[in-house]
C-alpha cells in the first residue's frame, strides 16, 4: 500500500512487526498500519523519536525527552 501523510508531516522511522508497519513521525506520532493499509492506531509521543524496532506484536520508540541532552526513555507498546 502507499499513502500521503499531511503536508507538514514526514516520516522519521519505520518498523516492521508480525502483521503491521509502524511510522514515526516529525509531529511526533507513531501511526500504526496493518499490511492491507488500514491505519489501526494514532499514538502521540512526549518528544521526537530517535528510533523505533518491532519484534511479533510489539513496538518499542526511544525518544529523548529532554531538549538539553541526557538518557533516552522508551516507548513500549503491545500491538494486537
Do not use: K
Not at 502483521?19 to 506520532?29: K, M
Not at 529532554?66 to 516507548?75: R, T, V
Amino acid at each position: 500500500f502507499s499513502l500521503l501523510l499531511p503536508e507538514a508531516e514526514s516520516v522519521t522511522a519505520l518498523a516492521v512487526g508480525a502483521r503491521w508497519a509502524a511510522a514515526c513521525t516529525s509531529s511526533q506520532l507513531v501511526r500504526l498500519w496493518t499490511y492491507g493499509g488500514v491505519q489501526e492506531a494514532l499514538l502521540a509521543l512526549p518528544a521526537p523519536a530517535a528510533a523505533c524496532a518491532a519484534h511479533e506484536e510489539s513496538l518499542v520508540v526511544a525518544y529523548q525527552p529532554s531538549p538539553a541532552g541526557g538518557p533516552f526513555a522508551l516507548f513500549w507498546y503491545d500491538v494486537e
